[in-house]
């Protein structure tokens, strides 16, 4: 397990359409490993994309 960041489930509001969306520990990890900041909008993670909001 060395090396293994621990990740909490993030709730954060989309910049967009300014609903609430969950960020998992899953999708966190796949963020910090590739360099990228989260996610302000829940269309990144598919949320918005799926209800066709953003
Ligand atoms: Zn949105």
Redesign the pocket.
């Known amino acids: 397990m060395a090396g293994k960041k621990y990740y909490k489930l993030i709730v954060s509001k989309?910049k967009?359409?300014?609903?609430e969306?969950q960020i998992s520990p899953e999708e966190q990890r796949y963020f910090d490993s590739k360099g990228f900041v989260l996610p302000k909008?829940?269309?990144i993670i598919f949320?918005?994309y799926s209800e066709r909001?953003?």
């Not at 967009?16 to 609903?19: Q, S, V």
């Open positions: 989309c967009e359409c300014g609903k969306f909008r829940c269309s949320v918005c909001r953003c």
